[in-house]
């Protein structure tokens, strides 16, 4: 695969990997590990993620429900396994898994019931986040204490807040903003993933947050506001497939000069690109952003 993107990607950094090792780990399981701890099969589909079966608990389960012990839990016995085999062959772990973010998780558990749990069941629905938070913050540690035995540690923690626009501000605050804290205390450097939505309704909570070091968002966001609210912040912007494919050269150069106007230094994260995708657009991307660098250096 690597070899496949350096010929039709020449000259560029993709396909390659720092220091010749590579990186086995990231995106295993898809987004999916945590779910699958808790007994939630994964299905794979042709050209897509790896997906939570739709097996939700009821509320009975959701109140009974707990954390489960991890040095007896199959799955994640089996995804220590495959560790220590990269580590073994490798001799070092490199990458990163994917145990996604509070609400992410509670969701692939409980379903769309967990949106009116905030309503009429907040004090399920704060159990069933403690649960899903602990078992996060346990199992992220135990990875990275395997990745310290193999002299490769990355003691950070993003979390993937992909369904935050679908609860208000206020809800944020009151049911997932103490998480995310918890999870920032517990490794002291957290980095937030919002997708490429409009991270401006949170973007005064997340300041709330202790040692975010990596924040990103999509481009219609109050690029000016998340600029002065994270200043040391490493921010990234989440280019969405469909604009990589759908507009035109000069309109994502328009697009670029903008965010590296009101946002940057930032990264761009062309994440999903579509096998139907022209590799020009590809490269003619990378170029478009190798050449609004250096203009704002």
Partial sequence: MADELKKRFPGTIIGQNGGGTLDILTGTYGASAIASIYGIPIRYDQEQWPTS????????????????????????????????????????????????????????????????????????????????????????????????????????????NCLVNMVDPGLYEEFLLPFDQKIAAAFGVIGIHNCAWSATPYLDHYAKIAGVAYLDMGHDSDLEKASLLFPDTRRAIMYTPMELAGKSKEEIKADLERIAFKYGPCDIVAADIESGTPDSKVLDFIRLCEEISLKHQ
């Avoid at 608990?57 to 995804?79: A, G, R, S, W």
């Avoid at 558990?109 to 009116?116: A, E, K, N, P, S």
């Fill in 53 to 160: 079966e739709h097996q939700y608990l009821t509320d009975e389960e959701t109140d009974q429900l707990t954390p489960p012990d991890l040095d007896q839990n199959v799955f994640f016995q089996t995804l220590m396994e495959q560790v220590d085999w990269i580590g073994n062959h490798e001799g070092k772990i490199s990458g990163y898994m994917n145990w996604q973010g509070v609400l992410n998780n509670a969701q692939r558990l409980r379903g769309q019931d967990i949106f009116m749990d905030m309503f009429m069941a907040p004090e399920r629905t704060m159990h069933l986040l403690d649960c899903v938070t602990t078992t996060m913050i346990d199992a992220a540690r135990r990875l990275l204490q395997k990745q310290k035995s193999f002299e490769d540690n990355m003691p950070f923690f993003t979390v993937s």
